[in-house]
Structure formats: C-alpha cells, structure tokens
C-alpha cells in the first residue's frame, strides 16, 4: 500500500495545502514575517475557541499544553477534582497528582459523562482549586457537558478554576470559552486542526491569570507568562515549531473558507454515519446515546471478531488505520477518528472497508 489512510483519533490526516506549507523555506523566529504569522494565528484562532483571550502556540504535544495548565495554576496541596470519563481524564488528573495536588475524582464508567448534578453536591461539599475536565474523551468517544458542568462550577462558592482539556474536541466543536467562564483550554496540532502533532494551544481567562501569577508550582519551558510577554511582540520566548506553524495557517484558511459553522456541522453528519454504518455491522458503541462525541467513536466489536484481527486486516489490506483499545478498554473495542480532513467519501470508503474486512476475517476462521 502506497500510502496509508490515516483515521485514528489523532493524528489525522494532512490536506495537500498543509503538507505544502509545510515544507516553505525556515524564517527566523526573531523577524517581522514570523509576528505576522503568530499575531495572525492567534487572531484567527479566538473564535474558535469562543474567546478574545490570547491564544498561546507551545511546541508541544497535547500533554505537554495540560501540564502547562496544570503547573500554572495548581500548587503542591491544592485541592482539585477531576472529572474522569476514561484514560486522558485519568491523565490530567495524574499530572496535577505530579504536582502535588490533592485530587479527589468523580469518575465515570465507560461510555457514561460526567453527571453535573453530581459534580454540584461534590462542589458543595469542600472547597477545590480547581475542576478537570475532558471535552471529547478520545478513549470512549464520548462529549463531556461543558455547558452544564461550567454551570455548576460558576455557581459553586469559593468558585474553582475550570480546566478544559480540549485536545480532540477543538476545531471541530464549538466551545464559547468567554461566555461559559472557562478559565483554562488547551488543545493539540494534530487532531481537528489538520497538522501534525507538536503544537499545543493554550488559552486562559482573566481569573487564570491571575491566579498563574500566584502559583509557585516551578516551571520554565511552560511558563505562560513568560509565553504571554512573547506573544505580545509577536514571539515565542523558545524556539517555535516554525513549520507547524505555518501548516495551521493553511489549515485556518481551509476553516475559514469552508466557514466553521459548515465545519462543525459536518463533523456531526460525519460522525452519525460512522456510528449508523458500525451498528449495521453489529458493532456496539461505547458512548451512551446523546453524547457521543463528533470526532472519535469508539465501539465494542461484533461477536468473533477481535480487536487486532480488525485494525490489522484494515491496515494490511484495505491501507486504512484505525486506533484499539486503551487502558481497561485494550482489546476490547476498536476506536475510529473522523476529524479535520475527512469527508463522504472517506467514510463510504471506510465503512466499506470495515464490511469487506470482517467477512475476510470470518473467512479464516471457518
Ligand atoms: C483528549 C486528549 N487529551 C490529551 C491527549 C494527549 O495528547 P498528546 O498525545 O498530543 O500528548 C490526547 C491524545 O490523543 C487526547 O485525545
């Protein structure tokens, strides 16, 4: 097989004006054309994200923009709940552990979302630091309630800050940041923005700022006001991913032009029809109804089908990758990413591919 398509959860495919962009000629990162690009960035990212707050671009992964926002806003003994609905809930709540905070979870089983009602009487109950959050939990493919969890949390006294890990949800769903209070968002390059990995975005509200300026958790490449006086001149205070930079800059004009409205709405239509398309098949899916996220499905497979027989025999003969299992969930279901650079046709294809490759797969067991 030539070349591979790509539809794991991440990273996703490259459109052929990504890869371009990719591949101009270095700029110095100290140089006008360089703070062009980064103001440019920046502005054209805000609305994406719901916020008129600066968005930072750290050479990074996903992880590395959730221990920024960790270590900027939470101390050693700091109280801090986390809201975990699979393995990158439990991530940043083990990074926040790495720090030192004190953190009592409100977990969820597999498929299920947070249950704000629960997160209201957990808050009312002590006084926290903070609330973790995951958007769109890539493991389960399930959409967490932003809405109504920022709700609870802006009604509860002694109001925590609300971090948003927002790595597989952003650039495909909406989030309104500024009018739902969230106080810190991070998302990652190579997932809905069609480039590939390396750069993590950061956004933080007022009341994060604040409190960044307070918190004496030791940091030095994940400062973010050391980012934030950067990016004021148009810089970063490190070297940056000059290249990645420019791929999401091609990768904003296609946002742009296909319009983010239309964007989104096609990652939905998208989504349902993997989901249709796999229930057809006689898979299951993992998220509850109603909240399924529009990037990632994850689904328990057709009874004498393994996991690895599937994402093997799609790779080998149809040139399709798709993701397995993680954590408790290894082995037992298949997970598919259907974000950034993905259209009808890719899903017809994959679909297809699924059906050929399992009537393959119980071919050689008969
Ligand atoms: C929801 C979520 N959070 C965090 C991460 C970690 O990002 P990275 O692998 O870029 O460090 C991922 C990656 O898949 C993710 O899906």
């Not at 959730?66 to 940043?92: H, K, M, P, Q, W």
Request: proline residues 5%.
């Amino acid at each position: 097989m030539d070349q591979l398509e790509v539809r794991v959860p991440g990273p996703t495919p490259l459109p052929p004006q990504v890869r371009q962009a990719l591949s101009r000629p270095m700029v110095s990162h100290r140089s006008q054309a360089f703070r062009d690009l980064l103001h440019g960035l920046d502005l054209r990212i805000r609305p994406m994200l719901g916020t008129q707050q600066e968005v930072l671009f750290l050479t990074a992964s996903g992880t590395g923009g959730l221990e920024a926002a960790i270590c900027n806003t939470i101390e050693a003994g700091d109280r801090v709940l986390s809201l975990s609905t699979g393995y990158f809930g439990e991530r940043f709540a083990g990074i926040a552990a790495r720090y030192g905070a004190k953190v009592d979870y409100l977990r969820a089983r597999p498929g299920a979302t947070v249950d704000a009602g629960a997160v209201a009487a957990r808050l009312s109950t002590a006084s926290f630091r903070a609330v973790l959050v995951t958007h769109s939990e890539t493991s389960t493919g399930v959409l967490n309630p932003v809405g109504e969890i920022a709700r609870v949390v802006n009604e509860a006294s002694n109001r925590p800050l609300l971090l948003l890990d927002g790595v597989s949800s952003l650039g495909a769903v909406p989030l309104a940041m500024d009018t739902l209070n969230v106080d810190v968002v991070v998302t990652a390059s190579q997932k809905a923005w069609m480039t590939p990995p390396g750069l993590a975005m950061v956004a933080l509200s007022d009341r994060a700022w604040e409190r960044a300026s307070g918190c004496t958790s030791p940091r030095y490449y994940f400062d973010l006001a050391a980012a934030r006086d950067s990016a004021l001149r148009g810089e970063t205070p490190w070297t940056p991913g000059v290249s990645l930079l420019y791929g999401l800059e091609a990768a904003l004009g296609l946002m742009e032009a296909e319009g983010f409205e239309r964007v989104t709405a096609r990652h939905l239509r998208l989504a349902a029809r993997v989901r249709e398309g796999l229930v057809q098949l006689g898979f299951s899916l993992v998220a509850a109804p109603g909240f399924e996220s529009p990037t990632v499905t994850a689904a328990y497979l057709p009874a004498g089908v393994e996991a690895h027989q599937l994402t093997a025999c799609l790779e080998r003969d149809f040139g399709i990758q798709i993701a397995g299992g993680q954590a408790d969930l290894k082995g037992r279901i298949i997970r598919i990413g259907h974000m950034g650079y993905i259209g009808e046709d890719n899903v017809t294809n994959l679909l297809r591919s699924i059906e050929s490759a399992l009537a393959l797969i119980r071919e050689e067991v008969r």
